[in-house]
């Protein structure tokens, strides 16, 4: 399972990466000419989280309304028809069922995080909005609609807000040293390393 999962991954970084460095290049410097002019405090941790979000959303953009353009597939209404048609574990059950729960892992875990969501009913409206969005613009555009999508969206938008939870939990138990700022921002670029050397 994780060869097709790599893959894939691999397939989104190779058709992203144009835009994400251009769009980092132009956040970055207007974030740090907003700092300067402005003579604001800089917290490390929490510019590369906004960062991060915003960089997400303009690869889940790119992604669902640009690859794969060509679908030679029909609108599906019907729920888990779609699901159930892949083997477990194959390379299109990776892409299509477990790709589309990590692509809203991410919403569900930046929106918990900023709206700093104590239950999941407001991410699961919030998922739901977007997800119900994509697929109806994609309808429009010329791909396909599919309500399992959608179910699969939601679930990685859920799985985004216990990730946020159960690290807020976490949180509140650790001693003030490692919530301190400069520990985050010790933390922050050591997950950045890592992520520039994975990808």
Not at 85 to 109: A, E, I, Q
Not at 130 to 147: H, L
Not at 166 to 182: A, D, N
Request: glycine content about 6%.
């Amino acid at each position: 399972m994780f060869g097709p999962l790599s893959s894939t991954i691999q397939g989104v970084v190779n058709f992203t990466w144009p835009m994400v460095l251009i769009s980092t290049i132009i956040i970055v410097s207007f974030r740090v000419a907003y700092l300067w002019k402005n003579h604001s405090k800089f917290v490390l941790y929490q510019d590369l989280l906004m960062l991060c979000f915003i960089i997400y959303v303009l690869c889940l953009f790119q992604v669902v309304t640009f690859q794969d353009t060509v679908s030679w597939s029909s609108n599906n209404f019907i729920p888990f028809k779609e699901i159930f048609r892949y083997d477990f574990g194959s390379r299109l059950f990776v892409k299509n069922v477990v790709g589309n729960m990590l692509l809203f892992l991410p919403f569900g875990f930046f929106i918990s995080y900023y709206l700093k969501c104590e239950k999941v009913w407001l991410p699961i409206v919030l998922t739901l909005i977007a997800s119900c969005s994509i697929e109806t613009v994609q309808m429009i555009i010329g791909r396909v609609f599919d309500i399992d999508d959608i179910l699969l969206n939601l679930l990685g938008g859920i799985l985004g807000f216990l990730c946020y939870y159960g690290l807020s939990k976490i949180g509140e138990k650790l001693p003030s040293v490692l919530k301190s700022e400069m520990f985050l921002n010790i933390i922050a670029i050591v997950l950045l390393i890592g992520l520039i050397t994975l990808i």
